[in-house]
């Protein structure tokens, strides 16, 4: 399988672990990826939040980027993934105000999105029943004994009419890779529960509650460990357990994968969290 | 005879935010699982689903000025759940909008200021750069003490790039932005 790569902004600066461990899962999985040539910044929340022609013009030109390279787009960003799903479906719908901003971007680019690639999540292309079966085949080091919950946030399942790849509340493509890891996925009920990650710098007190909600939930399910797909969501957790006793570490779903795969990388990976997720794996190494 | 109070409908804002927005405020019932489900809630003046309310009786100021709009983090839980099939992170997108453009004071100056620091940065290099939204917002909001530990933590991990990605065709997304600030109503 061949799929153009958009990284987005966070993987290249604060997620660069989950940059590094998408690439060798794909890599260790035969998905061939190809970054996306002068790809920029989807505008993420800050754009729909304040100008609808910026949230739909900022994933197009990425689109119309990623249409001539030819293959279908992958976005491991919650939020890239989903402005540019966004912009995708808008075209598809025929949405006025988006034909209209793509006849701005032919102006400006000499070409137009036409929608005949799909825009897909690292999650999506990794959780197919085929792919799944490759992932057993390909752990060397089980991760047997491991408690986790899976958490999506918000913007990977929502709004379901767009998206459309796992159920908006109850999602289970992440649940079923980290048991074909040999780790053991707990239920819980906030799997998709806003962590607050987009106010992050700007409303710091309201978004700590949040956080300190989810791991308190995540204790309780009896998990050692939150698992993550989007950048965004990662970095917040992580950085904003102040009001916890026992802070818990933050994993993106791809460094377990890793990890399991026995990965020489994923040390350098794991390094990079604010929360260290050593002594929890630690534990995994002497099989405890 | 006097008619005591003057009571018309005040259908324009509601018929504005509908047509922009996409959503069917009208169908609203106030069955308030929006309010349920909402992660925000707990810090809403009014909760989202009075939002609705005001919008329909034409509180068009009161509903520009709300934090209401600003707290929103656009995380689609009231859409997946209303009967009606409204989405309010979208009707807030169009307040948030219409707020800025009335150029009074945001209802949460520190939002608007952060997503405003984050899109110059965009409009500057083609992509985010952190260290510079986190310079520009703490200059728009003078809160330089915030943060600064765990900005210090990112630096030594190396999580933070201090010098900014620069794209190649960087008049393409200059353009952009020219064309979205005509494009604001
Ligand atoms: S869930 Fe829908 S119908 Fe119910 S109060 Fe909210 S917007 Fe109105
Ligand atoms: S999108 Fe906004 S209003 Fe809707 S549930 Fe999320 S935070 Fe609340």
Redesign the interface.
Known sequence: MKLTYYPG?SL???A?GYDDSTCFVCRTLGVELAELN????C?????????????V??PM?NLILAEQAGHDVMAPCAACYNTLKTADHAVRGRDGQAMTINA??EE??GAKYGATIQVRHPLEVLGSWEMLREISAKVVRPLMGLRLVTYYG??LT???NVVAFDN??RPTTMDKILTALGAEVKSWSYK???C????A????A?VA??VAKLVTEAERAGAQAIVSACPLCQVNLD?RQNQIARPMPIFYFTELMGVAFGADASGRWL??H?IDPAPVLAALAKGE | MATGANIAPALAFLEEIEARSGQPVSLCYQCKKCAGGC??S??MQPYNCDLLKMIKYGEKEAVLGSNTIW?C?????C??RCPNGI?ISKI???L??MA?ASGKKAG?P???????S??AT?EQF?????AGT?GL?KLKTASFT??LA?GL??VA?????LLP?R???AG??K???R??RE??I
């Open positions: 902004c290249h600066s604060t660069a002068d790809w920029n910044c505008g993420a929340s800050c754009a729909h939040a304040t100008n609808h022609f910026l949230a013009a900022l030109r701005d971007l400006i680019m918000c913007l929502r709004p379901k908006p509340e998709t529960d806003c607050g990650g987009a106010l710098l700007s409303q710091t309201a509650t949040l950085t390094q990079k604010i | 992660p925000m707990f810090a707290l983090i656009g995380c689609r839980t859409g997946a989405d807030n997108d169009v948030r909008e800025l949460e520190r939002t608007a200021a952060f997503h405003q984050f899109l965009v083609g992509r985010s750069y952190e986190i917002f915030q943060d765990l933590k990112f991990k190396n999580k933070l790039k990605d794209i190649k065709r393409e997304i353009r952009i932005f064309k979205a494009a604001v």
